[in-house]
């Protein structure tokens, strides 16, 4: 039932090498967040399938991209004003993936042409979309690096050049770390196969990183029913404030 | 241990949490403050999103304050018509405060206000701590009397007078409203009690006798931290319930152990100790306004306020 598909497919390729596709796997496609979450390893694996010899032409390269929900992001910067260091300037991102992470082959630049960066969005620059910056903000770029540089820092961005481990052009297999700071969200995993700069053919999952337990109950208790959670809270602390004031008294007679 | 908080979206190690909340409630049952004021930086500083710890940190007053108060009601220190008028004001002063919270956020000045507010506040009240504990100290050292007695001025020329049996005053209604609008305010906005601001108010503007004071003033801080807790809650969804438990045990644990240590020390040496810590943490915020950060550039998300 599928050969026919397959080989539709095969005669309405406009690439060469589209005789190749990705058959991949993830170690865990849902990941929970509960209330002990410090971060969680995915293991992305899986092989090139392929009806013909290896096309020698050029070496074959792999790029996983991981990305988490992407939103609009405000980037601001402080200036000193009368002495103080004050948010001055604002350049909205339109939209910033809450995680990315690139795993290749190789270097980044030799590995992919910047034409097919630019097309698949590969690479971390390329990933945000930042549409317009407002007029009175000169260097508007500064702040998108920005955004990079400080979520680099906390570890929600980065490239890990020659992370992936492939195996007589054929095997492949790499490691993402997804840090304990994640946002709810379904990760979008893009295995891209690359020759000669070229992607040759392109793979999409996803990963389901869901709160669960008191997680879940707590965060939707406090978006669907505030005035409820709120009540709560107020019950909660007042009991405690009560408890402790009952047990101090207990013991100081 | 690291625990995941639900609303923050941040990983915060627990014991960490609990440490926090022992330390700060050790103070806080040391020199009959909340705390807020200690708590609410020191969140921002391991990472909690400033609006969260602005928010959680009220509803963890709650908890504090409600046990002060109790027990001060049990003793009969509470003036509870001068609380309800100061009540009064706090209520309207913390829905003022969530508005002008959120249009602040919107702008990207609530860390430019909050650290602001921090430093005048501190620096003017540990300031006048210090140099009336230090006249304190001298005048038991050379046995001078204590002559301070308020003098009758412009807050006796105001109308709507009420009478405050338990206060033993005969005063406008407006002056203690005015106080609390302005404590309420603060409760929004900056995730304090405002007691060491009503505190003093009370004492040098309004003339209430010392013994009901602290009582009144828990009483207000009750109520009106408990609204802005729901106010948060309900507007901005920033009350993380866990981060509050978390600093609730600490708080509640460490509040017992402080005040055991305070009795057993001299009220002007409490004063002086607290005057130094308000103006520590006064001078440590005021440096981060006037140094160059070490990263200018700082981003904000829609979801996470």
């Known amino acids: 039932m599928l050969r026919p598909l397959s080989l539709l497919l095969l005669l309405t390729a406009p690439q060469v090498h589209a005789d190749e596709r990705v058959v991949a796997s993830l170690s865990q496609s849902h990941v929970s967040i509960t209330t002990s979450f410090s971060g969680s390893k995915i293991l992305i694996f899986g092989a090139v399938k392929r009806e013909t010899a290896i096309d020698g032409s050029a070496p074959l390269e792999v790029v996983v991209t991981v990305s988490g929900p992407a939103e609009p992001v405000t980037v601001r910067r402080k200036e000193r004003v009368a002495g103080l260091w004050v948010n001055v300037d604002a350049v909205e991102v339109d939209l910033a993936p809450s995680f990315y992470a690139v795993s290749t082959t190789g270097p980044l630049g030799d590995v992919l042409s910047s034409t097919e960066d630019l097309r698949n969005d590969i690479s971390i620059d390329n990933a945000i979309r930042s549409v317009g910056a407002p007029f009175d903000v000169e260097d508007s770029a500064a702040f998108t690096e920005a955004l990079i540089r400080i979520r680099e820092a906390d570890g929600l961005y980065f490239v890990d050049e020659g992370g992936v481990d492939l195996r007589e052009s054929t095997l492949f297999s790499t490691e993402i770390a997804l840090p304990a700071n994640l946002v709810e969200g379904d990760y979008a995993t893009r295995i891209f196969l690359i020759r000669g700069g070229d992607v040759v053919t392109d793979y999409e999952t996803a990963i389901d990183v869901r709160k669960v337990g008191l997680e879940r109950w707590l965060y939707e208790l406090a978006h669907v029913r505030p005035l409820l959670y709120g009540l709560l809270s107020l019950f909660i602390a007042i009991s405690a404030g009560w408890l402790a004031s009952a047990v101090f008294r207990y013991f100081r007679y | ?305």
């Open chain 2, 1 to 305: 241990m690291l625990i995941y908080l639900p609303i923050a979206e941040v990983s915060v190690s627990a014991l960490l949490l609990l440490g926090l909340g022992g330390i700060v409630g050790i103070l806080s049952g040391m020199f009959g403050v909340g705390g807020g004021f200690l708590m609410t930086p020191l969140l921002f500083f391991i990472g909690i999103p400033p609006a969260v710890a602005v928010a959680t940190e009220a509803n963890q007053i709650v908890a504090s304050s409600f046990s002060g108060a109790l027990a001060h009601l049990r003793r009969r220190t509470v003036d509870l018509r001068m609380g309800t008028v100061l009540l009064i004001g706090g209520l309207a002063g913390a829905a003022m405060g969530v508005r002008v919270f959120a249009i602040l956020l919107a702008a990207g000045q609530v860390d430019l206000l909050v650290k602001l507010c921090y430093v005048v506040f501190l620096g003017v009240i540990g300031g006048l701590m210090f140099v009336e504990s230090l006249k304190a100290i001298r005048r038991t050292k050379y046995g001078v009397k204590h002559v301070a007695r308020r003098k009758r001025g412009w807050i006796d020329a105001l109308p709507f007078k009420m009478k405050f049996r338990t206060s033993g005053l005969y005063i406008s209604v407006l002056p203690p409203f005015a106080v609390g609008l302005f404590v309420g305010v603060l409760a929004a906005t900056m995730g304090v009690g405002g007691g060491f601001i009503m505190v003093p108010a009370m004492i040098y503007l309004l003339g209430m006798p010392t013994k009901v004071v602290v009582g009144t003033s828990l009483f207000q801080i009750t109520f009106v931290t408990a609204f802005a807790t729901l106010l948060h809650a309900t507007t901005n969804y920033t009350v993380d319930m866990m981060l509050a438990v978390l600093l609730l045990i600490g708080g509640v644990v460490g509040a017992q152990v402080g005040t055991r240590i305070g009795v057993r020390m001299k009220a002007e040496q409490l004063r002086i100790l607290l005057a130094s810590l308000v103006l520590v943490v006064c001078a440590k915020l005021a440096l981060e306004l006037l140094l160059r950060p070490g990263e200018l550039f700082s981003i904000a998300t829609a979801g996470a306020h």
